[in-house]
């Protein structure tokens, strides 16, 4: 999908592995937080399409590369580039775009 149709927060609930709350903003920042058993983790930094299609989440020295699509009019699955075939990736469910 165009990267405008993906800002917006996003929130996935994956249960034992924990919750994420991906926010992308018009900016073209995106805030990723990841919260297990009260435990937040925060990754900060800016979010691009790269020439194959893949959602970039870069901060610092550190990137995320997976492909995005939107399933549903409020949904958005983000998979891990290089992951295990299979792999269902997170399903995000949009809480305000």
Known sequence: ???D???GT???DNGKT???????GNDGK???THTKDGKKTKLEGEYSMND????VLASGDTQMVGAATLPDENQLR??????????PGLLFTA???
């Open 1 to 3: 999908p165009p990267v």
């Open 5 to 7: 149709q993906l800002v």
């Open 10 to 12: 996003w929130k996935a």
């Open 18 to 24: 924990g919750a994420v709350i991906l926010e992308l």
């Open 30 to 32: 995106f805030t990723w």
């Open 52 to 55: 194959k299609g893949l959602l």
């Open 78 to 87: 983000f998979i891990l580039a290089g992951g295990p075939d299979g792999d």
């Open 95 to 97: 809480s305000s775009k």
